[in-house]
């Protein structure tokens, strides 16, 4: 699947809405592995993200080589660390963890990333990882020992968004964490949106397809479902 960047912003330009169902490969139960799949071709998802805070899983490899023969949509890692890379994904998203202040989800992991995506034909699209805080201690603050930007200073996750822009990141992904309390605040995807250029990536918390309609009419271009799915199979057949 050619160039997954230029059809994010092809769907920008467009005004076309993106959804990306994002699997951990911990949380799946392989003997449901076929039911999974079907759920989701059959759903309104046109991206699938692979990753999770942490993963063990010794099948990702198995999960990539399941997802590339029996589903015709981009697979984009999601990663956690540099272990989660598999040559087998479509795309990488190049994360750099712009709330937070450790230096190892800023510069460090994308340093051992870095020759290992050179050996790989992976797209690498850099991505201004933002976390807000949402009412629950998440896995991503948890794992990177981090702290989430204030829900309420739209000021400074504007700036921060806007930095990362400026730094030369391609996309700016609003994260309220797996299983948030609460979502990202759509007036701050709305300031976010209307201020910078590149597109922007919500997710955490959305449990519901209203969660993803407002989100889209607050201005996101592409909304992440991890657990509602995982949860319920049929979240999408609403
Ligand atoms: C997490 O944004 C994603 O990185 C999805 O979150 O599991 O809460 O849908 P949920």
């Known amino acids: 699947i050619a160039n997954i960047y230029e059809q994010i912003i092809q769907a920008k330009i467009d005004g076309q809405k993106l959804l990306a169902v994002l699997l951990d490969p911990d949380k799946i139960v392989w003997e449901n592995l076929d039911h999974l799949l079907l759920k989701i071709k059959q759903s309104p998802a046109t991206h699938i993200f ?71 034909n992976l797209e690498v699209i850099s991505t201004g990882y933002i976390l807000i805080e949402s009412g629950n201690e998440t896995a991503v603050a948890r794992v990177s020992k981090t702290q989430p930007l204030d829900r309420q200073d739209l000021d400074l996750v504007l700036a921060t968004a806007q930095a990362g822009e400026m730094l030369g990141n391609k996309l700016v992904y ?4 797996s299983g948030a309390k609460e979502a990202v605040p759509l007036e701050m995807i709305t300031l976010v949106a209307q201020n910078v250029e590149i597109p922007v990536i919500v997710g955490g918390g959305i449990v519901d397809l209203q969660g993803i309609q407002k989100a889209y009419t607050a201005g996101a271009d592409l909304v992440v479902i991890g657990t509602a799915f995982e949860n319920n199979s049929h979240f999408f057949e609403a």
């Open 50 to 120: 692979v990753g999770g805070s942490i993963v063990q899983a010794t099948i990702l490899e198995e999960l990539m080589t399941a997802l590339k023969q029996k589903i015709n949509l981009p697979v984009v890692i999601f990663p956690g660390d540099p272990s989660q890379i598999s040559s087998q994904a479509d795309a990488i998203l190049f994360l750099s963890l712009l709330s937070g202040r450790n230096a190892d989800y800023l510069i460090e992991y994308q340093v051992q990333a870095a020759p290992i995506l050179k050996k790989t």
């Open 174 to 177: 609003l994260e309220a964490g």
